[in-house]
């Protein structure tokens, strides 16, 4: 057998054994690499690059699709996305944008339609971007409405009007916006809910006593903390040294998992996370299997890795869709958004990270029914609050 | 009354906070004449340093004791100090206010992205060297932390005051703030007087991130203090020790009764604002802050 034999029957045998990629797709990602979001950003990226690389090999492949991902530092400023997004557009031609939270929304959200790329982001939504016929979407709905599904749950518990005590800050509309929108739900089911006192206080405040002192007289039944991780702490360490035990209810970017890192969460049972994804550390997630098969690089899964994940995914699925539609090499930004309205998402095909989701043209996240899920911490450690979805109570835009 | 009377208490207390971190632009500044934008920046090295002493060593394997690692953290601090004089401001001695104004911006953006380089965004625990919980006097609650940081404050003061005033080396930083030639001309060293004052500038800061922080946590926005601060130092006046803890005081005292009474119909802005209108006002008024020196040019 000559070299040239072997050299043609390997160059045939890598030919055959390789995937038959006939179109590729390239989707961006906002980064935050060195912003206020850098210390969550290896692990946010980890599941963005985790889920497309699984998808390529195990979904892509037998489509012929192949999706590139295409990361780019924006700082969470957005200065630097309106000046980059443009050299994205013409180099990359994305058929989607992912994007990560406000400066990305306010950058780009009134040329998207023109620009003809949907952007789909993973973080939660604020009323000042629910705008009807837009082209940007998040995988969750309103930070106030994931609040709104965990006072149902605890209203229904406790079985009486629930007295909600706020903590936030005037230098972010998103943070005032959290507060505008539960008030929003304590007016809409007034039976149910009363907003008794709103303390507006620094991002990272020396001490939160007085404040939660002056609550306390208000007498609520839980304190919502939407803004900082800082406050989140120093909420709980004002309650401590008032002798009061309280839940506090934050989000995802100021969570337990993030005050944990800091703060004995012994001082905070009882205290709650909500988001409308699935826990990290839900029992039964196979999204988290497939990350832990698939994970290269330095990301470990969490919280923020499970909502990057369920971001990328359900951008997979949607060119899925596309792909079923269109034809596998001619999917584009409108091909995307079409399929991103025209379908409907089942949480088995979102491999249990994200309820079932129906999107619309009305609004910028899912609507219907929407749910959520929570965690909360019992003997100091962060545990999920159940394993059902919790209905969002319907109220209107703020 | 007891309302008004514990609004006034935990006020005093906050604002002692704001005025350690105040010392610590004061005695910068009496030397060097030298407004340090960065001191936010200053404290947050501090803290990461303990982190890194306590904290960190420990994840690799040193269960290093807490004094220790607050004397290591210390000797880091001294270095850390006399890098900064060595390497930005001193070549600055001479140059135009502007020029040395521009490089402490300068180097509050630079901090902030080695602070990021060496210890990424990621928050850290701090360790809790002050004791959470509070002391119940009568009617009134008193955060045992603050008050601990309160006394600490004091005394630091006091200290600091009788070393500028008392002993040979606080008589030469004096001399240096009065005026460099004069120093100079009376055989005292501006350069080492100067190194003196950036090494205790960058201790008391670190002492103001132990008695803000213990037991919560360190992120890179734990600097929005130092803009917190700076307008306690200019009340106080930029050359007063004594004056920084009493204009923190009043700051604090103002700030607490505006968040008591006026943020509730004002959505807390009031409480925000008060720090910041107090020091144009004061600026207005007094340029030389309530306690700074009044300097009398003849020509």
């Given at each position: 057998?000559?070299?040239?034999?072997?050299?043609?029957?390997?160059?045939?045998?890598?030919?055959?054994?390789?995937?038959?990629?006939?179109?590729?797709?390239?989707?961006?990602?906002?980064?935050?690499?060195?912003?206020?979001?850098?210390?969550?950003?290896?692990?946010?990226?980890?599941?963005?690059?985790?889920?497309?690389?699984?998808?390529?090999?195990?979904?892509?492949?037998?489509?012929?699709?192949?999706?590139?991902?295409?990361?780019?530092?924006?700082?969470?400023?957005?200065?630097?996305?309106?000046?980059?997004?443009?050299?994205?557009?013409?180099?990359?031609?994305?058929?989607?944008?992912?994007?990560?939270?406000?400066?990305?929304?306010?950058?780009?959200?009134?040329?998207?339609?023109?620009?003809?790329?949907?952007?789909?982001?993973?973080?939660?939504?604020?009323?000042?971007?629910?705008?009807?016929?837009?082209?940007?979407?998040?995988?969750?709905?309103?930070?106030?409405?994931?609040?709104?599904?965990?006072?149902?749950?605890?209203?229904?518990?406790?079985?009486?009007?629930?007295?909600?005590?706020?903590?936030?800050?005037?230098?972010?509309?998103?943070?005032?916006?959290?507060?505008?929108?539960?008030?929003?739900?304590?007016?809409?089911?007034?039976?149910?809910?009363?907003?008794?006192?709103?303390?507006?206080?620094?991002?990272?405040?020396?001490?939160?006593?007085?404040?939660?002192?002056?609550?306390?007289?208000?007498?609520?039944?839980?304190?919502?903390?939407?803004?900082?991780?800082?406050?989140?702490?120093?909420?709980?360490?004002?309650?401590?040294?008032?002798?009061?035990?309280?839940?506090?209810?934050?989000?995802?970017?100021?969570?337990?998992?993030?005050?944990?890192?800091?703060?004995?969460?012994?001082?905070?049972?009882?205290?709650?996370?909500?988001?409308?994804?699935?826990?990290?550390?839900?029992?039964?997630?196979?999204?988290?299997?497939?990350?832990?098969?698939?994970?290269?690089?330095?990301?470990?899964?969490?919280?923020?890795?499970?909502?990057?994940?369920?971001?990328?995914?359900?951008?997979?699925?949607?060119?899925?869709?596309?792909?079923?539609?269109?034809?596998?090499?001619?999917?584009?930004?409108?091909?995307?958004?079409?399929?991103?309205?025209?379908?409907?998402?089942?949480?088995?095909e979102l491999l249990g990270v994200l309820p079932d989701l129906d999107f619309d043209a009305s609004a910028p996240f899912p609507v219907g029914a929407i749910k959520t899920k929570a965690q909360v911490v019992v003997d100091g450690k962060i545990q999920p609050l159940g394993d059902t979805w919790l209905p969002v109570p319907a109220f209107d835009k703020w | 009354m007891i309302k008004l009377l514990q609004v006034l208490i935990d006020g005093t207390l906050v604002g002692l906070v704001y005025g350690l971190v105040a010392i610590s632009f004061v005695v910068i500044y009496r030397a060097s004449k030298i407004v340090n934008l960065s001191q936010g920046e200053v404290l947050v090295f501090g803290a990461l340093f303990l982190w890194t002493f306590t904290f960190g060593v420990k994840a690799l394997g040193y269960d290093m004791p807490l004094w220790l690692g607050l004397l290591v953290t210390m000797v880091a601090c001294v270095g850390f100090g006399l890098l900064l004089e060595r390497f930005v401001f001193r070549p600055l001695i001479g140059q135009p206010a502007f020029a040395i104004f521009m490089a402490s911006i300068a180097l509050l953006v630079m901090l902030r992205g080695t602070a990021q380089l060496v210890w990424t965004a990621e928050t850290r625990p701090f360790p809790a060297f002050l004791p959470g919980g509070a002391l119940q006097l009568g009617p009134f609650m008193v955060s045992t932390k603050l008050l601990i940081g309160a006394l600490f404050t004091i005394a630091l003061t006091a200290g600091l005051h009788l070393f500028f005033t008392r002993s040979r080396r606080g008589l030469r930083l004096a001399a240096v703030a009065e005026d460099h030639n004069t120093a100079l001309s009376l055989g005292v060293s501006v350069r080492g007087a100067i190194a003196v004052a950036w090494i205790l500038g960058t201790v008391v800061a670190t002492f103001g991130a132990i008695v803000f922080l213990s037991g919560r946590i360190v992120s890179l926005e734990v600097a929005s203090i130092g803009f917190k601060a700076l307008p306690v130092a200019l009340l106080g006046g930029l050359e007063s020790i004594r004056g920084a803890p009493l204009a923190g005081i009043l700051i604090g005292v103002g700030e607490a009764v505006a968040m008591a009474y006026l943020d509730p119909v004002t959505n807390g802005v009031a409480s925000n604002v008060l720090p910041f209108a107090v020091m144009i006002g004061v600026l207005l008024l007094r340029p030389q802050g309530l306690f700074g020196w009044k300097k009398i040019e003849r020509l």
């Open positions: 057998m000559t070299f040239k034999t072997v050299f043609a029957a390997a160059a045939m045998l890598a030919a055959v054994s390789a995937p038959a990629w006939s179109a590729e797709y390239t989707m961006s990602a906002s980064a935050d690499f060195s912003g206020p979001f850098a210390d969550v950003m290896p692990n946010a990226m980890s599941g963005i690059e985790t889920i497309t690389a699984w998808w390529n090999k195990d979904v892509g492949a037998k489509l012929g699709v192949k999706v590139n991902i295409k990361i780019y530092d924006m700082r969470y400023d957005a200065a630097v996305i309106a000046r980059t997004w443009p050299s994205i557009l013409s180099r990359d031609q994305p058929i989607m944008h992912l994007g990560f939270g406000s400066p990305d929304l306010t950058t780009l959200m009134t040329r998207l339609p023109n620009d003809k790329v949907p952007m789909l982001i993973g973080t939660a939504m604020v009323s000042m971007v629910w705008k009807p016929e837009g082209w940007h979407f998040s995988i969750r709905p309103t930070y106030s409405h994931e609040f709104a599904g965990l006072l149902d749950e605890l209203q229904k518990k406790q079985g009486r009007k629930l007295r909600i005590g706020a903590v936030s800050t005037q230098t972010a509309a998103g943070f005032v916006d959290q507060v505008k929108g539960v008030e929003k739900l304590a007016a809409t089911y007034a039976d149910r809910f009363e907003v008794v006192d709103t303390q507006w206080v620094a991002t990272s405040p020396v001490s939160m006593t007085s404040n939660i002192r002056a609550m306390l007289e208000k007498k609520p039944d839980v304190i919502l903390v939407g803004g900082t991780t800082a406050q989140v702490t120093a909420t709980a360490a004002a309650l401590e040294e008032l002798n009061v035990k309280l839940p506090i209810i934050n989000s995802t970017h100021n969570g337990l998992t993030e005050v944990a890192k800091g703060f004995d969460l012994k001082k905070m049972n009882g205290s709650y996370s909500a988001f409308s994804f699935a826990p990290d550390n839900q029992a039964k997630l196979p999204l988290r299997d497939i990350y832990e098969a698939n994970k290269t690089g330095n990301g470990q899964w969490g919280i923020i890795t499970t909502q990057s994940a369920a971001q990328a995914l359900l951008a997979l699925r949607v060119l899925e869709k596309a792909v079923a539609k269109v034809g596998k090499d001619k999917v584009n930004g409108q091909a995307m958004y079409d399929a991103l309205l025209a379908n409907k998402f089942t949480e088995q | -």
